[in-house]
């Protein structure tokens, strides 16, 4: 399979706990994006990669949240000192967009399974 | 700041019919691209439609279509001879032109769950 694929799928931790999530996108994908999504709502956007750079990152990541993508290939998303309102899907996704920036096509985002995050 | 907005919670269609999910968009961008994904109960998000900002032709892709109105700023989703299997959750989503610093994300909308009935 050559989808996003993102691990574990599932994973329930104690309030306090930290937890590292891992996404492996597309090979030939140079953007990686991942999202939050809680019950009921659309897919909220927390940060963005182009290779290895991390190029934004949104008010809602906390400085609990610390996302990582080394050598620009797979990419992992640490939540430290868990809260109950972290509860959610995170969802990873990958794009194929030009080094000089701008789209290539519609610059399509392939999404990943996402892991469901339950904190107790 | 960039706004979806999809009006509709549920919606309900009868199998073989056509259903239009709305949205609606907020941007003070020239240059946009408008996605609609489906997301099933597993969970996955599926891509189903793509229409740019200065494409002049509406989007379609196999049943689905994109009823794009420029001036309205709408993008609704048009899926004919519904299916059970298309029954899921919908999203309209919008992302940011090259022209801005944050182009790339997606800003979803709320998402209307389609059930078909048979």
């Known amino acids: 399979d050559t989808g996003v694929s993102q691990n574990p799928r599932h994973k329930i931790t104690k309030r306090g706990q930290n937890v590292t999530f891992r996404c492996d996108p597309i090979?030939?994908?140079?953007?990686l994006y991942w999202y939050r999504q809680t019950l009921g709502q659309g897919p909220e956007f927390l940060t963005y990669?182009?290779?290895?750079?991390?190029?934004?990152k949104s008010r809602l990541l906390s400085d609990r949240f610390s996302a990582e993508r080394p050598k620009g290939s797979f990419s992992t998303l640490e939540i430290q000192r868990t809260e109950q309102g972290d509860s959610a899907m995170y969802l990873c996704?990958?794009?194929?967009?030009?080094?000089?920036?701008?789209?290539?096509?519609?610059?399509?985002?392939?999404f990943g399974p996402g892991t469901r995050l339950t904190v107790l | 700041a960039q706004k979806i907005t999809q009006t509709q919670p549920g919606m309900f269609v009868q199998e073989k019919e056509a259903v239009t999910l709305d949205c609606t968009y907020d941007?003070?961008?020239?240059?946009?691209?408008l996605f609609w994904y489906k997301q099933p109960s597993s969970g996955e998000m599926i891509f189903l439609i793509y229409?740019?900002?200065?494409?002049?032709q509406n989007a379609t892709e196999g049943r689905y279509s994109l009823n794009f109105q420029k001036a309205r700023k709408s993008a609704n989703l048009v899926i004919s001879a519904s299916q059970l299997g298309d029954s899921a959750m919908y999203f309209c989503a919008m992302r940011e032109g090259p022209g801005g610093t944050s182009y790339g994300k997606l800003t979803f909308g709320q998402g209307t769950i389609l059930t078909v009935h048979p």
């Open positions: 990669f182009q290779n290895e750079a991390q190029l934004e």
């Open positions: 090979s030939e994908h140079n953007r």
């Open positions: 996704a990958s794009s194929l967009g030009s080094l000089a920036g701008g789209f290539k096509g519609n610059n399509e985002q392939f």
């Open positions: 941007t003070s961008d020239q240059s946009y691209g």
């Open positions: 229409q740019g900002s200065y494409d002049e």
